[in-house]
């Protein structure tokens, strides 16, 4: 029997802790999904190529100041200034994996005391994923992980805040919780099954808009 083909790619976003391992799972989940024939696109916020993303790491890498305010609307232009190339790409039928997205932006500022619903404003009208998983893990687990504590917000304190925010977003409705504290192979295998569960499940050809 022949397969049916999805009516687009899905947009399926990759939260969490830091250094949980979204940046490792996202890469090898695109290639997973195209060694399977699906058309994948590996995509992350900050994109720090763009000159807006550019800035932004001016800040995380301690370079440069900004106040809070400003620099939340500097991780949003980001995603704003690639919404259009990535419409395009899932009309096309490629499933984007997204390395973080406005739920990082939300729950990072609002942990830094931002309203939550006055960060999450800037953020509406863009593409709503069609499944978030949410990498979860205790702080002892992550400071155990490579590279901890090389940046701005590599605190553990501050990654408790930003769990906390995350589930005032979190919506059973698209989201999942998935305990990244298990070897990466296992963690691949759980993550590829939702994946492909929801470029098979692609209902509506339209994508909807946050929030
Ligand atoms: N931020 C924001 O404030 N507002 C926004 O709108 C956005 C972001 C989008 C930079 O983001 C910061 O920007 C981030 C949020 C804020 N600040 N913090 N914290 P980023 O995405 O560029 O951050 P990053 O530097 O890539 O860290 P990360 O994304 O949190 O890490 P990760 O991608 O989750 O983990 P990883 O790089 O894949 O793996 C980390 C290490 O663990 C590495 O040495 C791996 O080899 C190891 N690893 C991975 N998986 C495993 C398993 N299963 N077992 C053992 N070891 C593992
Ligand atoms: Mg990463």
């Not at 699906?38 to 720090?48: E, G, H, L, S, V």
């Not at 390395?99 to 939300?106: A, E, K, L």
């Not at 993550?191 to 050809?205: F, G, P, S, W, Y």
Request: hydrophobic content about 40%; some cysteine; charged content about 30%.
């Amino acid at each position: 029997m022949c397969k049916k083909v999805p009516l687009r790619g899905a947009l399926i976003v990759l939260e969490g802790c830091d250094r949980s391992g979204k940046t490792t799972q996202c890469k090898n989940l695109v290639k997973a999904l195209e060694a399977n024939g699906r058309p994948a696109k590996y995509i992350n916020f900050p994109d720090r190529t763009t000159e807006c993303g550019g800035l932004i790491n001016s800040f995380l890498t301690n370079k440069k100041d900004f106040n809070d305010e400003t620099i939340h609307l500097l991780f949003t232009l980001n995603r704003w200034e690639a919404k259009n190339a990535m419409e395009i790409l899932l009309r096309d039928g490629v499933t984007l994996i997204v390395d973080r997205y406005s739920y990082s932006g939300v729950a990072f500022s609002a942990a830094k005391g931002l309203d939550l619903e006055w960060c999450k404003a800037p953020e509406a009208g863009l593409l709503k994923p069609d499944l978030v998983l949410l990498l979860t893990m205790t702080a002892s687990a992550i400071s155990k992980r490579g590279g901890f504590g090389d940046e701005r917000y590599e605190v553990p304190e501050f990654q408790q805040r930003v769990m906390k925010m995350y589930d005032q977003l979190k919506d059973d409705s698209y989201w999942t919780e998935i305990d990244a504290d298990k070897s990466f192979g296992a963690l691949h295998d759980e993550l590829l099954t939702h994946c492909n569960h929801a470029i098979d499940n692609i209902v509506n050809e339209k994508m909807d808009k946050l929030w």
